[in-house]
């Protein structure tokens, strides 16, 4: 496949904190391609390194097989950025907005006035068109901002964090028009850290931990790889116990299994072999703390980013709301 944006040796550092630490990876073109972590694992200082908004500490970035790591403003006109938090302005209105940000690249006032309105109207923003942004609804702002990178039909769209904090209509509208753009060619590079998310969309998928990169592939590579493991989910009811005490000593009583922490109510146990779930109910029993449930379940890419990286999913998507 043919390569659009290759990424060798990649390093961020701000001051004595590696940001970014020695990552290499590639886009194809025409590919959804998912970078999947938690809140500061290093996707956002990724993002504005690729789209020339960092400097670079070291290592190298192609685009199109040409070394641009010191000159990515030279391919800025090929590429569209939807940052995690909007960059438009508050007092112009949505078709404003547009306008101006398609005179940024260079866009003629005739067809940027003629692009200003299809975006609105694919969309579905036209009625609120003459409205001022600050008016919008968080799902709306997401829109219009996701509307303003594509005024110039860029090749690559970079998208951080595109659904968070929205609501479940307009992620979902979000998402569709996220397939349709691939659909129509252009490659998508989405940071994103619901699970879920990545798996309805992504092509290639890279997990992102601290700065590094654990892992790239497909979804079905990375279920692959956990498949032959018996997966069993245990759901408690709340409990007040310390759980990193809770899991260390689940380790020590049963080192043939891995035990991890799914959320705050379940523990996902995992062996290459049948389990026997007995002494591990039994166990948890004679710690107060009650079953609800536990039940064998097929491997997900949740599954896989839980094995891989020992992050709880749900405490993952916590640390970002918050922001």
Do not use: W
Not at 244 to 272: A, G, M, R, W
């Amino acid at each position: 496949m043919e390569s659009i944006i290759e990424v060798k040796n990649l390093t961020k550092n701000y001051g004595n904190l590696t940001a970014v630490n020695n990552i290499s990876f590639c886009v194809y073109k025409g590919e959804i391609f998912g970078f999947l972590g938690p809140n500061a694992a290093g996707k956002t200082t990724t993002i504005n390194m690729l789209t020339g908004m960092a400097k670079v500490s070291n290592g190298q970035i192609f685009y199109k097989g040409n070394n641009l790591t010191t000159k990515i403003k030279k391919f800025q006109r090929y590429i569209g950025v939807v940052p995690d938090e909007s960059n438009l302005y508050e007092e112009l209105t949505g078709y404003e907005n547009l306008c101006f940000s398609a005179s940024l690249y260079g866009v003629f006032r005739s067809k940027r006035e003629k692009k200003a309105k299809e975006l609105l109207e694919v969309f579905q923003l036209s009625e609120a068109s003459h409205r001022r942004f600050k008016t919008y609804s968080k799902g709306m702002k997401r829109k219009l901002t996701i509307a303003a990178s594509l005024v110039h039909e860029p090749e690559i769209l970079f998208l951080d964090e595109p659904t968070t904090g929205i609501d479940i209509a307009s992620s979902r509208q979000i998402r569709n028009l996220i397939k349709k753009l691939n659909g129509n060619g252009t490659t998508i590079f989405l940071t994103t850290h619901y699970i879920e998310e990545a798996e309805r969309l992504c092509s290639r998928i890279a997990f992102i931990k601290n700065g590094e990169i654990i892992k790239i592939g497909t979804v079905d590579k990375f279920i692959e790889d956990i498949k032959e493991s018996n997966i069993i989910e245990v759901l408690f009811d709340s409990i007040s116990v310390n759980k990193n005490i809770l899991l260390k000593k689940l380790n020590q009583n049963f080192p043939d299994v891995e035990c991890t922490f799914k959320n705050e109510n379940t523990i996902i146990v995992i062996s290459p072999d049948k389990i026997d779930i007995s002494p591990i109910v039994s166990f948890l029993s004679s710690n107060n703390i009650y079953i609800l449930e536990a039940k064998l379940i097929r491997p997900t890419l949740e599954d896989a980013f839980v094995k891989m990286t020992g992050i709880e999913i749900d405490i993952m998507k916590k640390e970002k709301e918050k922001k």
